[in-house]
């Protein structure tokens, strides 16, 4: 199938998503979020996906009776839901310019309390960034050779922000499962001099390496002198989360609540009802409920095509739920009838 058959498959399908909404917004109590969607092991499926209140608190121990899943319209019987995931891949991408030398002991203390809050499953590799790219510790469990790098960091040299996050994007394409970076820094990607830009990729070739990669950006912030609209669409491109750290001392409180939001992600697993390799859109929609309070989010990925295996692609679609076929369930109390 052509890329302008699938593209047109594609927006025929928004087109249709935006006919019709079915449900009122001020329904919703919950966010949910689908944070990606893997279909690299086709017919098996797995969505990402976190469920918050309206002020951002993660709800855990949540199970299958919270949740509803369908596939084009299909509602779904039987579902897997694991929480808590296991075996991520995390790059700590952290700024050692010479900007960041008298708080080199904040960051050094915040990174050690973010691996301190790792799963034993997971792995983790401490990256750092000045005039160049260094990787201090590859992926490794290992929290005492972690905490080591961590502390070996000195502060020196310009930003070499974007090449550094290009290079951590690369070692999160090479692991399965799922995948994260954490950012940190406190300028923009320039020498030491000041003069820009200092690295060869482009903020626009990062973002489309992440989203091919599917890895989130998680990016922490501090200071004055980083463009905030850069660090925020490095975060909200890849469906990552931005935080700006007002003072050195915030450092360890948001570098503790990122690695705890690791810990409140579900992943939903299902069979296709359609399990024919026809390089289709398949509309996924999830559905949280904890007692009367609501949450609803959807995404489209494509099957793969006869004799080729799956990549992980998805299309985030925006939360107008479509008037499906599964409308009088229960469990579905959002839909509405024509």
Known sequence: MSKKII???????????????AFAREDL?????????DASKFPVIQAYVTVTDRDGAYYRNLTESNFAVAENRFKLDSFVVESSLKNMHIVLCLDNSASMKKDMAELQRAAFTFIKGLDPTDKCSILTFNNKTSVLQDFTNDKYALSNAVFQMR???????????????????????????????????????????????TLEEVLAHAKQVEVPIYVVGIGKDFNENILSALANETEGTYYYAPSPYE????????????KTYYKIIFATPCQTKDQTARLVEVEATIGDMLGHNQVLYLAPASGRAANQSYVPIKDDCVDCDFREDAKFKHLRSR
């Open 7 to 21: 593209l047109l498959t594609i927006l025929v399908f928004l087109t249709v998503l935006t006919i019709n909404p």
């Open 29 to 37: 109590k919950l966010d949910l979020n689908i944070k990606s969607l």
């Open 155 to 201: 502060a020196r040299g310009g930003t070499l922000l974007y090449d550094s996050l290009f290079t951590a994007i690369n070692k999160c394409a090479i692991v399965e499962g799922k995948k994260a970076i954490v950012l940190f820094t406190d300028g923009k990607d320039e020498s030491y001099s000041g003069s820009k830009p200092f690295s060869r990729h």
């Open 251 to 262: 450092l360890s409180r948001l570098f503790k609540q990122i690695v705890q939001s690791f």
